[in-house]
């Protein structure tokens, strides 16, 4: 049997650094999941709803009342906000980036007769993109309305993109 002979202190600090190290350059994944008030737009699985909001084929539909938080990328997936008719709600836009695939969706739609108030957060870049010039990165009316009677209100520091 070989016996090391290893100062404890020496091989206690060694193995601390060891470890140090290895989680600064493996660090653990985050998960970041839509949930609560939180929208994650990069989420690919996610939860039917949260609070203000419900999730369906894509589509994020925002509630009358709610104040949610956006976050994230969609990657070009397709998944999109909607503002429900007749809503009045919050939605802060917090480093996140739409890529409408479809080109008759708005990577923000609002439904006749809503009233959104859009917050950039401070400090974030913000990118709303429409798929072709049908749809703009933020859409008032849904395809077919004749009539829009909605009103947006852009407010925060953040900076906002918004193309289509």
């Known amino acids: 049997m070989i016996q090391l002979k290893v100062p404890h202190k020496f091989f206690v600090l060694f193995m601390s650094l060891a470890l140090a190290i290895g989680l600064f ?18 989420d690919t699985n996610p939860a039917a709803s949260g609070d203000g909001w419900t999730y369906v084929d894509g589509v994020y539909t925002i509630s009358n009342g709610a104040n949610v938080t956006v976050v994230g990328d969609n990657g070009g997936s397709g998944r999109r906000i909607l503002i429900e008719a007749g809503a009045t709600a919050t939605v802060t836009l917090s480093g996140t980036s739409i890529t409408q695939t479809n080109s008759n969706a708005a ?58």
Do not use: K, R, W
């Not at 350059?25 to 990069?42: K, R």
């Not at 072709?132 to 004749?146: F, N, P």
């Not at 909605?150 to 900076?159: F, K």
């Open 25 to 42: 350059i493996c660090p653990m994944p985050v998960m970041a999941l839509s949930e609560g008030n939180v929208i994650d737009m990069s």
């Open 107 to 164: 990577p923000i739609g609002l439904d006749n007769n809503t009233n959104l108030t859009l917050i950039l957060a401070e400090d974030t870049e913000n990118t709303l993109s429409g798929a072709s010039t049908q749809a703009s990165g933020i859409q008032m009316g849904l395809a077919g309305q004749a009539t829009v009677t909605s009103t947006l209100t852009i407010e925060g520091t953040g900076t906002l993109y918004a193309t289509g």
